[in-house]
């Protein structure tokens, strides 16, 4: 965690305007026919400065995968734009501009299937420079030792096979390959959900420790709601391909007004038996909806506390609720987000036991 | 969980008995790998007991040896009892553990995927359960197949009986094996890993299911999984697992307020917490632990920051921890450790050895296992 | 000296291969057997004109439909032609039509296959519509039916057994690059920026070895055979060519009264045809467990 949260003056690193993806769904062997689409991502807008973390949390369904993958330019928006440096990279009025695209690499979760079996782990880290010609085969092998040491590893790891390293060695080999073009942002997309307890320790502090380096940005993509708070600046949280909260790291956690939000950290397991058995969990009814046939008005309204406790508004039925500023740098997409602290005494059902001052 | 308000249990035989269990892998062309050394531990009736570790821990290989579902061509059980009453589970025939196995003692698996068959509806799984054990005809079995699905909170669930696996959620899926696993009302209940592949407030969803049944029924269940968290909600006890051997082992409330052996520390200061804010964590150092190769002493000792010269030569035998003073409490069992040199309770705040110029000890000069360190 | 070295590399990397070797023959005995026997059969082919007691072509009418015996290990026939010498010559041409037909096959194949997997959309569906209509045909009626009707001869059975082959590589193909094409690492050279060319051949061609190995092998037995039926139905090798089919068909007329003539190139090829399968059974039951276990795990701990 480094940089101050975005001014407003700053212009931001990477910017995301009504990014839309949507996947046809389609009927028929020989005759296609588009019959609907599944709304991944479903109108986002987010901001990531120089030097930020910005954690982006959701469940399955909520797009947040298919949102990396857009930004590094493995699947083309449908509609909005991406703009890195204020110029685009994706969507409306992108050229297909190389030089830009290399800033902006990632890391993914399962460290065994990110790495060829059949390649040395040199040559896979080498690769973004080979395809991009970039320096000689010898200030190339260079490089690669030069990363190898940068992620933790001695530079005679390049010519061992992936399938002689261990988990925690294969993710750090993915890192070294992600700054082999010295990215200004790396999307690190859930990647230490796969590794062991103790080896996800050591892989965190060697994103933090890069960050401060290299004064890297992160797109932090993650389920795990604790890692994602120690790592990150600033959280937004997703649901059914649009953010509903956006706030500082810190705020999001003590303060969330959305009720989705607080209905996670009511979720999150703690490692502290006395705060479990004091807590009382708000347990959401039935599975997130189906991307492809999102509800009307507010898509979170079908599995919502706060509206059964309000006693059932119509407005959540029928109106998409828009970005409510809560406090400076904090948005939540609620009608009733001033609602929220009065509803529900954070105390008894977050994952604190008292309200962190 | 006495905060439930239930009576405190009754002094009873425990439903499960487990003595220096063993198991060995033969990996082919002379691997051998020691998955599990001489765990024992007890499992009182309607207890809830936690078994947590990492990879190559054996809490896995540990369940499916009481199970008796090891693979049969690599797997074999070196040694030890596994106590299901008065029955030695380690010495029953194939048959006769199939009809242990969904009546007496069950199992929710980690996938919830593969642990359903994607041809059968759900309404037939559940009844295959009911007919395997009881004598029921199909349209009792179909009856109470519907009223468990409605037990585990599966909405109209007589309509949901002729779907199948791959139309259900993950969430929905787990609670279906779930009700499978306690159709027949087993003494006991393994969970593996049971949420893990699940999103986080499906998760929340399932362990309450699983706790409230479990309760409810009085089943005994084993809970496995690398989530301290889970762990923290569940458990009366945790059993701390590395590499095949238990290290430490205590009630809940006290592996987490006053954690004694080096890897249980190391393992509550790496978790980052949603509470927390900003303090660092502390990986513990090196690898997961390689087990082809047998440590002649502490397996964890070469990634120990409080390791000793006896700890390389000697495995530390899982005893009652002497310095220490705990409260033994209602519950049975005390303080569990097997460690040559624990952690003192003021240095568990900041991970390391307090002691001024202490250093590990290296390992000693005739060669012994070594992993490769990160 | 650079000479001393290059036999010392060579040494290393013998004992390197055959460490490599020794677990796939430990595994069953029958591996090994199919490893002899193709071994065998390709000294053979090799080294054949060299070891023919006698010119196959070498016609004489002194030693006509002679029984075996110690001059002619497998007797003569109606023109005095020493049928060992005749065999050994057609293990050679076996091997060589087997070959041509192979590499043809699995080089179109294959490239079709790729392309087919990483194109997707209508390529994909034309390529794969081409494919089923070939699969749609019995292999080895199709295969008569182009050699019939371009002419019996050897040259135009391998093409057409070729014509046969083709379509069973490509969609094995196909499947392993539609698998693969998601897998994380062919994401990350995208991300990387590189092109389909270079996935194509730096990743795809590499990991799709292991299944082509196995596949090519279990075929090589089927293309002696049917080149082999072919010829014996007077499509493909015409007599007096000394391939194995051709010389069964020559012998059958004979079969009361010169067994051996018949009997010892349909020998040879059965031997073969059981080699090589053993040999491609053996090969996909090793590698497919190796396979699983490198991506997929076995117990979780």
């Known amino acids: ?357 | 969980m006495s905060e439930d308000g239930q009576a405190p249990v009754a002094v009873t035989d425990p439903v499960l008995r487990v003595r220096d269990l063993s198991v060995r892998f033969d990996s082919g062309r002379n691997v051998v790998v020691h998955a599990v050394n001489s765990v024992s531990f007890d499992l009182e009736a309607s207890g809830a007991l936690g078994l947590v570790g990492e990879s190559g821990s054996g809490k896995s290989v540990t369940s499916l040896a009481i199970l008796r579902l090891l693979p049969p061509a690599t797997a074999r059980i070196a040694a030890g009892e596994v106590w299901l009453g008065d029955r030695n589970l380690i010495r029953l025939s194939d048959r006769e553990m199939r009809g242990l196995r969904g009546k007496e003692i069950s199992l929710v698996p980690q996938d919830p995927m593969s642990g359903l068959n994607p041809v059968l509806t759900i309404g037939e799984q559940v009844a295959e359960t009911l007919r395997a054990h009881e004598d029921v005809r199909w349209r009792e079995a179909r009856h109470r197949a519907a009223e468990l699905l409605g037990t585990v909170g599966i909405p109209r669930p007589g309509d949901q009986l002729k779907r199948y696996p791959h139309q259900f959620s993950g969430g929905m899926r787990q609670r279906v094996l779930i009700a499978i696993a306690l159709a027949l009302r087993p003494t006991l209940l393994i969970a593996d890993e049971p949420t893990t592949a699940l999103d986080v407030t499906v998760q929340a969803q399932v362990l309450e299911l699983l706790h409230q049944l479990t309760v409810e029924r009085g089943t005994a269940i084993l809970l496995i999984s690398h989530d301290l968290g889970i762990m923290a909600r569940m458990t009366q006890r945790i059993m701390v697992m590395y590499a095949g051997h238990i290290v430490e082992s205590a009630p809940t409330e006290e592996i987490f307020a006053r954690p004694s052996h080096p890897y249980t520390v190391g393992l509550l200061r790496s978790i980052p917490r949603v509470a927390g804010v900003g303090r660092p964590l502390t990986p513990i150092a090196g690898s997961p632990p390689v087990l082809d190769q047998v440590p002649r002493g502490c397996p964890f000792a070469p990634r120990c920051a409080w390791a000793l010269d006896v700890c390389w030569r000697e495995m530390p035998p899982l005893a009652p921890p002497d310095a220490i003073s705990f409260s033994g409490g209602p519950r049975s069992g005390g303080h569990l450790l097997a460690c040559h040199n624990p952690v003192a309770a003021d240095e568990v705040e900041g991970g390391k050895p307090l002691q001024p110029g202490f250093r590990p000890a290296p390992p000693p000069e005739d060669g012994l296992v070594t992993g490769e360190t990160m | 000296m650079k000479q001393d070295r290059q036999p010392r590399a060579a040494a290393g990397r013998l004992r390197r291969m055959s460490r490599a070797v020794q677990p796939f023959l430990a595994e069953s005995w029958l591996n090994g057997l199919g490893a002899v026997i193709v071994v065998l059969i390709l000294l053979l082919a090799v080294f054949g004109p060299l070891l023919a007691p006698q010119n196959p072509d070498q016609v004489n009418l002194l030693a006509v439909l002679q029984p075996p015996s110690v001059n002619h290990w497998f007797g003569t026939d109606s023109l005095g032609r020493d049928i060992f010498s005749q065999v050994l010559a057609g293990a050679r041409i076996s091997i060589e039509v087997a070959v041509i037909i192979l590499s043809l096959s699995v080089v179109f194949g294959t490239a079709l296959g790729i392309m087919s997997g990483l194109a997707g959309g209508l390529v994909d569906e034309i390529i794969m519509r081409i494919t089923d209509l070939f699969l749609a045909f019995p292999g080895f009626i199709l295969a008569a039916a182009i050699a019939a009707t371009l002419g019996p001869s050897l040259q135009h059975t391998v093409l057409a057994l070729a014509v046969v082959f083709w379509p069973w590589y490509t969609r094995l193909i196909r499947g392993q690059v539609l698998s693969l094409r998601e897998r994380e690492f062919v994401l990350a050279a995208r991300v990387a920026r590189a092109g389909t060319m270079w996935i194509a051949t730096r990743h795809l061609a590499r990991n799709v070895l292991a299944i082509l190995i196995v596949q090519v092998s279990l075929d090589v037995g089927y293309a002696i055979l049917a080149t082999s039926s072919l010829s014996f139905l007077g499509l493909g090798a015409q007599p007096p060519s000394p391939e194995w089919g051709a010389l069964i068909a020559s012998g059958r007329s004979y079969i009361q009264t010169a067994w051996w003539w018949t009997v010892f190139p349909g020998l040879a090829l059965a031997l073969t045809v059981l080699g090589f399968n053993l040999l491609g059974d053996g090969l996909r039951d090793w590698i497919d467990p190796r396979l699983r276990g490198s991506l997929v795990g076995g117990v979780q701990e």
């Open chain 1, 1 to 357: 965690m480094t940089a101050s949260p975005t001014s407003a003056s700053e212009p931001a690193l990477l910017e995301l305007r009504d990014v839309r993806v949507y996947f046809p769904i389609t009927r028929g062997i020989v005759f296609r026919r588009t019959v609907g689409q599944v709304h991944a991502v479903d109108g986002l807008s987010l901001n990531l400065a120089k030097g930020e973390t910005v954690g982006l949390v959701g469940e399955s369904g909520s797009g947040k995968t298919t949102l990396g993958r857009a930004i590094v330019g493995l699947l083309p928006p449908t509609s909005g734009t991406i703009l890195f440096r204020g110029r685009p990279v994706a969507g409306k009025g992108a050229a297909s501009d190389r030089a830009e695209r290399a800033q902006l690499q990632m890391v993914f979760q399962d460290p065994t299937a990110s790495l060829d079996p059949k390649w040395r782990v040199g040559a896979s880290i080498a690769e973004p420079l080979r395809v991009n010609h970039v320096g000689t085969t010898a200030e190339r092998r260079q490089r690669v030792r030069d990363l190898l040491e940068v992620v933790g590893l001695s530079p005679g790891h390049a010519q061992r096979y992936p399938h002689e390293l261990s988990g925690g060695q294969r993710q750090r080999v993915g890192l070294a390959r992600a700054l082999a073009l010295n990215p200004a942002v790396i999307v690190a997309d859930e990647a230490v959900s796969a590794l062991d307890v103790s080896i996800r320790a050591q892989v965190i502090n060697l994103l933090q420790q890069l960050q401060n380096e290299l004064n890297l940005s992160y797109l932090f993509i993650a389920h795990d709601l604790a890692v994602v708070r120690h790592l990150s600046d600033r959280v937004a949280v997703m649901y059914l391909g649009q953010i509903v909260e956006q706030a500082a790291a810190a705020n999001l956690y003590v303060d969330p007004r959305h009720p989705y939000t607080v209905s996670l950290l009511s979720a999150v397991p703690v490692p502290d038996p006395t705060v479990e058995a004091r807590r009382r969990r708000i347990v959401l009814p039935g599975d997130p909806p189906n991307p492809a046939s999102p509800p009307p008005g507010c898509r979170f309204h079908t599995r919502c506390w706060l509206r059964k406790q309000l006693g059932n508004p119509e407005r959540c039925a029928e109106e998409e609720p828009e970005h409510q500023e809560v406090s400076a740098g904090h948005t939540a997409a609620c009608h009733y987000a001033h609602e929220v602290p009065g509803n529900v005494g954070l105390s008894t059902v977050g994952p604190t036991v008292e309200p962190a001052s």
